[in-house]
């Protein structure tokens, strides 16, 4: 089997992410911040580390404003829905309905009106979003890297941008945090949502939302947090006041293991991801009848394309059931680029990869295409 | 190490858990219902037979009103935000904060006004909470075990009367799923609210909703979910439209092995937590200063006590430095009961078991209290 989903999940796991899960099953059980007896002070001494290890790996000071969430998804509904309020919110075409689902459907409850900024060429541009500012515009959210084409915002300049004006900079990192590396304090981000199940290598069921000290937020869920058990509403204390309930103590495990597998592998995986780009990108633009939507000169892991006279899932199953190859189809839950590029009606095919990705596998998916193509 | 603080996770966790987890993380990685690839199916489909399991488990007929959440506090949350509207909410003073945080945080908002069941003798009986029902009453919300006292409410009698004035019947099942079955159509449950990490021994990281066909929810998080991708607000289609984001697969594939140990360890099981309850229950009441505030005549594993001149917490301290036992201190995240037991100051020890537990493990604690009821 050749998987190519990886910006959904990632399924390779490191030895070591996986040994820690394993052990973490034993040994780190308990729930942290819930007792003083020995087994709650150890879980809760890892999930301290593992806060530590993601602010380092973002740019963050204080360890205690990284909020562990179920997913990438729910940190960015803690970001949006904590933050609105009446004014002006901008955001990108290239969002996936994890950051337009929360702000549509609460943007009448919260007197929001919402700007989408279109590319200029292929890329997301900063000028482009300071013509749309105004005087009440208090929130920016741009999805990092897209996870249909590609795309990589310029975050310097938005955050540049997002300072100047005192506006608040949510980044949806779930494509680039463990592919690239993001410094939330040289970026001017307020806010980042990160999914470790992707990029990372981490296990599925944990979520990051990364914010730095200044930032104030309304509670989205409600519930014990081992502090002020007195008090029957939520405290607002950082982190535990925005993490109800057990944490997911056995996926948290697999966050610096994971981390440290990234760090040690940087290199050898972003050369991987670029060449590999290449070999299919090139691969693809010598067949004639496949559309390209990934700006050909991309070489970030994520290739969508169509072939003529064929759905996309059409060719995700017969590259499945045909090729045993693993690849994505349809709208990648992001229907506002999918409109920009023509393809709401159908979607396109996706490829996705990672670092453990090879050259073999990406032989043999240009392969299938060529197969395929002929096909149609 | 002697762990007896399973009503906040159970520490022990069978092979066949650890195994299908371990296993997971190679093999169903991919996110169920995100594409139609080999593997994307192979993870759905061990998904809805995990729904399916667990709909079984609570005597649910439809698998896709199995909703999973990220903990049996989101499944609360999911519930009680979900449903409230103008109107009355009755519930009981054994209620966790993941109850009572989100119901009293949102009744202004919602214009619900709330009451407050207190015991009749040591339990919540159903008459007490007739009389509080009144015309606009819309929802009555019980712990079905108390994680303080191991109290334990009638669930057939209040189903009754919730049928009777066609109130909507929710259950915290966190301290009995796994350890007492519960048929929600036999007890006219209309949601039920899981903690498979406490006692089904499964991962933390996953909490389950169970809901009747005939229950409508407000969403309390929006996301992709893999269908009406081209719609930018949430779809109310069960059970995808309320589980936004990548499921925490990993954790999921816990569920199946850890219902089938449980089932088939249930007689041993209870048996080993009734015999050690008796055993530390009747210990306990030897001891002479000693205040015993679960009813002696429990034997369902939760154990709550103070010792006269200690606080709670340094009962536990010294429990796990001097003699490696853990217990836990404090209020349990349950402040209206400790009102009426008159604990709000320090809380209480609780002592919680499984059927991992052993009788030498108890006699080791009764060993252990019994010196320390001699310092103070």
Tied chains: 1, 2.
Excluded at 67 to 94: D, P
Excluded at 184 to 209: R, Y
Excluded at 218 to 223: E, N, Q, S
Aim: proline share 4%; with cysteine; charged share 20%.
């Amino acid at each position: 089997m050749i998987y190519f989903d990886n910006s959904a999940t990632t399924n390779f796991k490191p030895e070591c992410v996986k040994n820690a899960v394993y052990s973490a099953m034993s040994n780190l059980s308990a729930n942290p911040g819930r007792g003083s007896h020995s087994m709650a002070i150890k879980t809760a001494s890892m999930v301290y580390l593992a806060r530590k290890a993601i602010a380092n790996e973002v740019g963050l000071k204080n360890p205690d404003r990284v909020i562990f969430t179920a997913s990438c998804t729910e940190a960015l509904n803690l970001a949006i829905i904590g933050s609105m309020k009446r004014g002006h919110v901008i955001t990108t075409i290239f969002e996936h309905n994890s950051v337009l689902r929360p702000l549509f459907s609460k943007a009448k409850e919260f007197y929001t009106e919402i700007s989408i900024v279109e590319p200029n060429g292929n890329s997301i541009d900063a000028k482009s979003i300071e013509r749309l500012i105004r005087k009440d515009t208090y929130m920016i959210i741009v999805n990092h890297v897209s996870n249909v084409t590609g795309q990589i915002a310029p975050l310097y300049e938005i955050g540049k941008l997002c300072k100047k004006h005192g506006i608040l900079f949510v980044v949806d990192g779930a494509q680039s945090v463990g592919y690239n590396k993001i410094d939330m304090e040289n970026n001017n981000i307020d806010m980042l949502a990160i999914a470790p199940h992707k990029g990372l290598h981490a296990l599925t069921g944990i979520g990051v939302l990364a914010i730095t000290d200044n930032v104030k937020l309304r509670h989205i869920k409600f519930g014990g947090t081992g502090t002020s058990s007195t008090d029957i509403y939520q405290p607002n204390s950082f982190p535990e006041g925005y993490e109800v309930g057990t944490l997911p103590t056995v996926a948290i495990s697999s966050l610096i293991p994971a981390i440290n597998w990234c760090e040690k592998n940087r290199i050898k995986n972003d050369k991987r991801i670029f060449e590999l780009s290449e070999i299919i990108i090139n691969g693809i633009l010598t067949i004639p009848n496949i559309t390209l939507y990934t700006p050909p000169n991309l070489r970030n892991g994520i290739i969508s394309f169509n072939i003529d006279g064929l759905s996309s899932s059409e060719v995700c199953d017969i590259l499945s059931s045909q090729y045993d190859i693993c690849v994505r189809c349809g709208l990648h839950c992001a229907p506002l680029i999918h409109k920009y590029l023509d393809t709401l009606d159908g979607g396109a095919v996706r490829v996705s990869l990672c670092g453990d990705n090879t050259y073999g596998e990406a032989e043999s998916l240009l392969l299938a295409l060529r197969e395929i193509s002929e096909l149609s």
